[in-house]
């Protein structure tokens, strides 16, 4: 008992339960996959040649490679003005801009693609208003193709990249670009000198978590995809179900993990650091590279008399286009912001209609859809298991990783950065190669369609989640609080529950509530380890979209799509509440 007192008052003995969790139900089980792909003992690649010498499965891996890097470029195309607007706007309107690209990140990715089938469908709204108008006489094709992926994936993603960039931009000291431009840059130049360059560390982040994201991708894919845009998640799923062959399975799987990986050590690096080293060794290139620097330096220097009186006739000269300017960005937001949020609000629309099936216009107003969901019990009961599974969750992954996040914030720099990478390793890995390592260690737990491993198989990735959220709020503590409590002999339990808990507590009810919505959504490792015997409402809707499209669904997705508006609602509540407390004068003292 004495052990276990010493070794809970540590930092890595507070971080013990997440990674006992972490290590048993993932970590393990990939050591083992990996093992049984090299057919361990005997140790062979067999199932990796297997796997590329079918010209099939290279079609499909580099297809995958193909529709990742393809999304990828479109949302950092889209997602880098759209950042740049938003920092640029005025604080109130930058919150509100946040605010709408938050709320369909935080929306059910089974919902949204159902919109997207409500929108792209032979009767959705696009083929309807042709039709009606008379501009055609067929529904055109615009579903289960790669376009249709193109738009459900970068809907989905988007958000991914636009919050990094807006993160960095926002530590952008302005006064240097006004600094640029005291010097005789044109905007143009100062944006592309100064600007660009401070902000790469956040296209970098965005773009890198959007293509490994996009590779564990199967959900859009199948959904909204045809049979050849298949991607390799959908490859491995479909084996999973299949044949059970976890030699072939966990080839697949490290195949795309290795892709992964090496993407990570590639770019995961500092790319935003320019100095060079003097003692690192000439390199061609760089000699190259220099030697034309230093003939633009040259060449500036000449023209700088030119450049400055030009520059003082120009500083002089109305503006007459920074209204166009203006003009085309706020445009631009708008359509971008009508992208990601259009769907949504089509669909909560579609979900009043009295028609018999669902279409746009909805001819008439009516509850019908609505009192369908909550009077079948097939919907309700799938509702509250869900609600079940997401409310354990929830509780378990925040005592885990809220224990985790403080006991890693008390450890030096370096072992916090390498055990909080470890954390988040669920999160950062494609979802289907988790997905199969999380189902291979519970079949050996004996856990496969029971209520217990989706929970246990939900916290591996939702204890990342409260990790980041609890640590950042932990990084604006003052630890001299917890000092001038110890001084006052108040031991470490009761100093953390009396001093640190309440100043952390709305870290922490977010991180809850993020955990919370990472379980209700979770549709890939949930069906892995549901089996036959548990039915969540994602698997619902999933089995649903693909099967038949009841306009029950309409009323499901619309609800789903209010939550994260509820949940911003609690945020909001339980910050303003901080702040005030924090803002709230001290008593006089009495004399």
């Not at 048993?24 to 590329?52: D, K, Q, W």
């Not at 445009?331 to 992208?339: D, R, T």
Request: glycine share 8%.
């Amino acid at each position: 008992m004495q052990i276990v007192r010493k070794l809970g008052s540590t930092p890595f003995g507070l971080a013990l339960p997440a990674f006992t969790i972490l290590v048993v139900i993932f970590g393990m089980p990939v050591v083992r996959l990996f093992l049984i792909s090299l057919n361990a003992p005997a140790f062979s690649l067999m199932n990796y040649e297997a796997f590329l010498g079918q010209p099939a499965n290279i079609r499909v891996l580099l297809q995958t490679i193909e529709i990742s890097a393809a999304v990828t470029a479109i949302c950092v195309i889209i997602g880098y003005p759209t950042a740049y607007l938003m920092v640029a706007a005025s604080k109130p309107i930058r919150i509100t801009l946040i605010v709408l690209v938050v709320l369909p990140y935080l929306t059910s990715g089974l919902a949204r693609t159902y919109a997207w089938i409500a929108i792209l469908g032979d009767h959705g709204l696009i083929n309807n208003l042709l039709l009606e108008l008379g501009i055609i006489s067929n529904p055109l094709n615009l579903i289960y193709n790669r376009t249709a992926v193109y738009i459900g994936m970068v809907h989905v993603i988007l958000p991914t990249v636009i919050l990094p960039m807006v993160s960095v931009m926002l530590g952008i000291d302005k006064s240097l670009m006004a600094a640029a431009r005291s010097m005789g840059a044109r905007p143009l130049a100062a944006f592309w000198r100064v600007f660009l360059p401070l902000s790469l560390p956040g296209v970098r982040s965005g773009s890198l978590l959007a293509f490994v994201f996009c590779l564990g991708f199967y959900v859009i894919p199948a959904a909204l995809g045809g049979l050849r845009d298949a991607m390799l998640s959908t490859f491995i799923a479909s084996q999973v179900a299949s044949s059970f062959n976890m030699a072939r399975i966990g080839a697949a799987a490290f195949i795309l993990l290795a892709i992964t990986v090496a993407l990570l050590s590639i770019f995961g690096l500092d790319l935003s650091r320019t100095q060079i080293s003097s003692t690192s060794p000439r390199k061609p290139w760089l000699t190259g590279f220099r030697s034309v620097s230093a003939a633009t330096r040259l060449f500036n220097e000449l023209s700088a008399p030119f450049r400055s009186k030009r520059w003082i006739t120009q500083i002089h000269r109305a503006r007459g286009d920074s209204r166009r300017w203006k003009m085309l960005g706020t445009a631009f937001v708008v359509i971008v912001m009508s992208y990601l949020l259009f769907p949504s609000l089509l669909v909560i629309i579609m979900s009043f209609s009295a028609g018999t099936s669902l279409g746009f216009p909805t001819g008439g107003l009516s509850l019908q859809w609505y009192r369908s969901f909550f009077s079948d019990p097939s919907w309700t009961g799938a509702l509250w298991i869900s609600v079940e599974i997401g409310a354990t969750v929830a509780i378990l992954s925040t005592i885990a990783g809220t224990l985790a996040a403080y006991g890693l914030n008390r450890t030096f720099p370096q072992q916090r950065g390498f055990l909080t990478t470890l954390l988040l390793a669920p999160n950062i890995l494609p979802g289907i190669v988790v997905a199969v390592a999380i189902y291979l260690g519970l079949l050996q737990l004996g856990l496969i369609g029971s209520l217990t491993g989706i929970v246990l198989a939900h916290s591996v990735v939702a204890i990342g989640i409260v990790v980041v959220i609890v640590s950042g709020t932990l990084a604006n503590f003052d630890i001299g609080l917890e000092q001038a409590a110890n001084s006052m002999r108040a031991g470490p339990l009761q100093t953390f529950i009396r001093v640190t808990l309440p100043l952390i507590s709305p870290g922490i009810i977010g991180g809850a509530i993020f955990a919370f919505l990472s379980s209700f959504d979770d549709i890939v490792i949930t069906s892995l380890i549901s089996g036959f015997s548990i039915r969540t409402l994602p698997l619902k809707m999933w089995e649903n979209i693909r099967n038949q499209i009841d306009p029950t669904m309409a009323a499901v997705s619309s609800l789903l799509m209010l939550v994260p508006i509820l949940w911003l609602f609690v945020l909001y509540v339980m910050w303003w509440r901080s702040n005030a407390k924090g803002q709230a004068p001290l008593p006089e003292p009495t004399a």
